[in-house]
């Protein structure tokens, strides 16, 4: 028996590798909740949890299914949804929002430059994200063009589920006006963004 | 005069390309290098850590950071490690830490409040930091890999690295999982890839221009899952040394270079 025992202890791994529940449970007990960031936000949401999981290439089924639980939180305003352009510049410019010292509250930015190419007179942007120089210059302004932009600014993770984009409408970044000044920057054929 | 060098190597890079900023800061890098603000800070630490302070008044000079009691040389290419009295992996920070705990009897509350420094006041962990780790410059990084535990906490580290999690669902690898990709204009290290964990690991802690202070890994750790926009870590957690563990275990190998400068 003993002999047995010692036996298992060699060939069984050490430890086991840790799972999305481990890491979950230790983040739990390693932070502490600051400004507006509270412990809420160390709990994997399914879309989370399944991206992690699969290394962000989930099952094509399990996919699709999720992306349209994700699509039924965005909810699209009436009408044109073409907004200020001068102001959308504006909130892609700030990366402000969100984090423990930015006061709740407080208008938050989208962060877009720092991962986006934009207007061509901005030449410090990131690349993480596609260039959307001459975004509209290339699809127009129609109206299903305005919803997918408007839709995909609000919950990216309704159109491709493990996307890096943050869900800027369904996590309560930006207001749905905010988003429709994002969508005349990209849109709008006044926009540096369509030159 | 040194401030007005960093503006200047920074608004003649405004409104250049990417390429020629990278050049502005290498160059801005190679002005330094041979004489870093670094070295003030070192000297800060070597007088903190000869300091008696706490209830049991004495110094840290009996800290043992792995290669012996108050054996400096080397130690900090030896970290993080598995430290038996502690019954964990510990970085360099946590370890100081534990000494200012055990050696001179400070509670945890005081000993962290105030462990990230300012341009005006740089912290006490800050200083002892760049003092011990300086004493490993021109070696071999080579962290604890083959205890159990440090296989385990490494194993820990890589999980973490790829956990999406926060209220913008961003992993480590999120920013830093790809390469020749950038944040505006600053390149970002794949720090799960052997070769950019080894520049990178090679040179922290560092002095940081752009806020004329020196930052430690425990304090870069902290202000990513700031901008990851989850809550605070603790310093000094599970959390933090397992992901500074596995960083450096990815980047083992490297001839440790620091402290050295940053943007």
């Known amino acids: 028996m003993k002999a047995g025992l010692l036996f298992l202890a060699v060939v069984l791994p050490a430890f086991a590798e840790p799972t999305g529940r481990d890491i979950e449970k230790l983040m739990q007990r390693d932070f502490h909740p600051r400004g507006q960031a509270t412990m809420d936000r160390v709990v994997q949401d399914g879309v989370q949890r399944v991206c992690t999981e699969s290394a962000n290439r989930p099952p094509a089924e399990l996919a699709k299914s999720l992306e349209a639980e994700q699509m039924k939180t965005i909810s699209f305003p009436e009408g044109n949804l073409v907004g200020d352009w001068k102001r959308g510049e504006d909130i892609a410019q700030s990366g402000r929002g969100m984090t423990w010292n930015d006061p709740a509250g407080q208008s938050a930015g989208g962060s877009c430059y720092n991962c986006h190419q934009l207007s061509p007179k901005e030449l410090s942007y990131g690349t993480i994200g596609p260039s959307l120089r001459g975004f509209g210059k290339m699809r127009g302004a129609g109206t299903d063009v305005q919803r997918y932009v408007y839709g995909k600014i609000y919950n990216a993770k309704a159109y491709n589920l493990c996307s890096q984009m943050p869900r800027l409408g369904a996590s309560g970044t930006l207001t749905p006006q905010q988003i429709k000044d994002l969508v005349g920057l990209l849109l709008d054929p006044a926009s540096p963004v369509n030159e | ?263």
């Open chain 2, 1 to 263: 005069m040194r401030t007005l060098l960093i503006a200047a190597a920074l608004v003649g890079a405004a409104g250049a390309r990417a390429q020629d900023t990278a050049k502005e800061i290498q160059r801005y890098r190679d002005m330094v290098a041979e004489g870093s603000p670094a070295e003030l800070f070192e000297f800060e630490g070597e007088a903190l850590w000869k300091k008696a302070q706490g209830p049991k008044n004495v110094s840290l000079e009996r800290c043992d950071l792995g290669k012996g009691p108050g054996v400096l040389k080397g130690a900090y290419a030896g970290l993080p490690r598995y430290f038996k009295d502690a019954d964990r992996v510990m970085d360099l920070e946590t370890r100081l830490l534990h000494c200012m705990t055990t050696l001179q009897g400070r509670t945890r509350e005081e000993a962290t409040k105030r462990v990230f420094g300012n341009a005006d006041r740089p912290s006490e962990m800050e200083s002892l930091s760049a003092y011990i780790a300086a004493q490993s410059r021109g070696m071999k990084m080579a962290p604890g890999v083959s205890h159990p535990k440090e296989k385990q906490n490494i194993e820990l580290g890589r999980a973490l690295y790829f956990h999406r999690v926060g209220a913008w669902d961003f992993s480590c690898a999120t920013c830093h999982g790809d390469e020749g990709k950038r944040i505006r204009m600053q390149e970002l290290p794949v720090l799960y890839k052997p070769q950019p964990a080894r520049a990178a690991m090679a040179s922290w802690p560092a002095y940081r221009v752009s806020t004329s202070s020196f930052v430690t890994l425990q304090w870069r750790m902290n202000d990513c899952f700031r901008q990851m926009r989850t809550p605070e870590p603790n310093f000094g957690s599970e959390t933090t040394v397992a992901l500074i563990h596995f960083i450096t275990a990815t980047g083992a190998g490297a001839t440790y270079a620091g402290p050295g400068n940053k943007r």
